[in-house]
């Protein structure tokens, strides 16, 4: 079963603009990541944020968490063409180590 | 390092047959886990693997699945007899286990497509 939620399912902006991804998810969580997957590929890891944080960044990437609304946004500045994928939120609960996935985001950045 | 290597990449097989999807983990990692993603349901967790011990198995649809790591280095996951219904793409991953906060690395996936 889903633990998280992204929304929207897709996004299609230009080149240069911020795309702006969220998720939501029902139980408490240990940490939350995020996950890219090209069209054919597997999934790539993008940044994680622990529950004891709110801002975490990684070059473009500004990820967000809100653990009183169970949520947290992915996002990508100044967006390029090749940023074109799906992105997926993840989350571990409780003393496990495995994620669970939300369904993800499509993104489509035209050049 | 050369990733998660998973095979086949791609199969095609007729209804009833016995599939068997490989995986070579990350060395060093002592987690492994299977997933399954279809546009129906994303992507679902199979099994889990710790330390070549099954953790996790409440993902295994039924017993027509089975998944073995009688190592560090090598899983299988099986469907015997296959069926249209498990045409989906499988992904092997592995971490390295340290509690919470793991990052989990992923194969490029087994495209199986039962026919």
């Known amino acids: 079963s889903q633990q998280g939620e992204e929304d929207p399912q897709a996004l299609s902006i230009q080149e240069g603009e911020n795309a702006t991804m969220n998720c939501s998810y029902k139980?408490?969580?240990?940490?939350l990541q995020w996950y890219r997957q090209n069209s054919g590929r597997g999934l790539v890891h993008l940044i994680l944020?622990?529950?004891?944080?709110r801002e975490k960044h990684s070059g473009r990437l500004r990820v967000t968490l809100d653990t009183s609304k169970k949520s947290s946004s992915l996002l990508i500045t100044a967006s390029r063409a090749a940023d074109t994928a799906s992105y997926f939120c993840a989350t571990t609960t409780g003393g496990y180590s495995t994620l669970t996935f939300g369904k993800g985001t499509m993104l489509l950045v035209s050049p | 390092d050369a990733g998660v290597i998973q095979s086949p990449r791609h199969e095609v097989t007729e209804m009833g047959q016995e599939v068997t999807l490989r995986c070579k983990p990350i060395?060093?990692?002592?987690?492994l886990f299977w997933y399954r993603q279809t546009m129906m349901r994303g992507l679902e967790l199979l099994i889990y693997f710790n330390n070549n011990v099954p953790i996790d198995d409440s993902g295994m649809p039924e017993d027509r699945f089975s998944a073995k790591m009688p190592n560090a280095s090598f899983s299988t996951l099986k469907i015997q007899p296959s069926e249209p219904r498990d045409s989906a793409v499988y992904f092997c991953a592995s971490s390295i286990s340290r509690g919470s906060g793991n990052t989990i690395y992923f194969g490029e996936g087994s495209w199986l497509t039962v026919v």
């Open positions: 139980t408490s969580i240990n940490n």
């Open positions: 060395s060093g990692h002592n987690s």
């Open positions: 944020i622990r529950s004891n944080e």
